[in-house]
């Protein structure tokens, strides 16, 4: 399976401090969240990181 496909990443929505979303894997368990002050930020950062997964030949998690 491509690394990309391993992990998905959330759409941009509202949370308590700001606008964020999630990482999760294949079967949408969250691994980690992102939150940005603005809307503009966190899909910025979003697009990025989708980006870079769908580059990646493998994708590495080191601990918790």
Do not use: W
């Not at 990443?9 to 964020?20: H, L």
């Not at 980690?32 to 990025?48: F, G, I, M, R, W």
């Amino acid at each position: 399976m491509p690394a990309h496909e391993k992990f998905r990443v959330g759409e941009v929505m509202s949370v308590d401090a700001g606008k964020g979303f999630n990482i999760t894997n294949q079967h949408g368990r969250p691994l980690l969240s992102l939150v940005y002050p603005t809307a503009e930020k966190a899909q910025v950062a979003h697009d990025l990181i989708k980006a870079a997964l769908v580059e990646a030949i493998a994708v590495i998690a080191h601990g918790s």
